[in-house]
């Protein structure tokens, strides 16, 4: 694990995409910008899978943290998920997040973000009552009033692949808050050491 930072830190357990499946996301969302609605897209370079967020934690539940990240990735063994189809959270009145899915969701993804949320239980995070939905924020949508044609293109983007992406490890990521956008950067890595015939 990198040098703790020493004030408390605002984090997340993710997976995190090869560049291709990024610059393929990041060619849609220019697509999609050019509907006109008032989107604050991510940038190429941040696109990931969130497995459970965490807010701010201390420096010391920090360690707490990559310590159960690693004793998750102990039991699941490498797997390959394909980043496919797109949406949007919230009513089509009022859209809020624009997303890429995950095409049949592997059960090595299920079983990675079920070992995650039940060793972050037991340091007292909680996952949330919603059901786990794999997903690549794309954008948050600003203005629901000119939505209207991003949603039909997130809508007929059902069957558009952007890509496989391998999953031998999973990241722990700050989210850093600057002048001209978000920035994250890789606070520890945990590798998958499970075996196939394990599930």
């Given amino acids: 694990m990198s040098e703790l930072p020493e004030s408390t ?26 509907t006109g609605a008032r989107v604050s897209w991510v940038r190429r370079d941040n696109f990931h899978l969130t497995l459970q967020f965490l807010g701010e934690i201390s420096p010391k539940r920090l ?55 039940q060793r972050l239980a037991k340091l007292g995070f909680d996952a949330g009552k919603q059901k786990f939905q794999p997903h690549v924020t794309l954008g948050r949508i600003r203005d629901s009033g000119q939505a209207a044609a991003l949603t039909s293109q997130l809508a007929s983007a ?9 999953v031998d490890h999973l990241v722990v990521l700050q989210s850093h808050l600057e002048p001209n956008g978000v920035r994250y950067s890789t606070l520890h890595e945990s590798k998958l050491k499970g075996k196939e015939s394990d599930g």
Wanted: charged share 20%.
């Fill in 158 to 166: 059902n069957n558009t692949t952007f890509g496989a992406v391998p």
């Fill in 9 to 34: 830190i605002r984090c997340f357990v993710a997976l995190t995409l090869p560049d291709p499946v990024r610059a393929a996301l990041d060619g849609f969302t220019g697509r999609l910008g050019r």
């Fill in 63 to 117: 360690e707490r943290v990559c310590r159960a990240a690693d004793a998750a990735g102990t039991g699941v063994a490498p797997f390959e998920m394909v980043v496919k189809g797109a949406g949007f959270f919230g009513s089509k009145r009022a859209p809020r997040v624009a997303w890429a899915g995950v095409a049949h969701p592997p059960s090595g993804l299920l079983r990675l973000q079920l070992a995650v949320s």
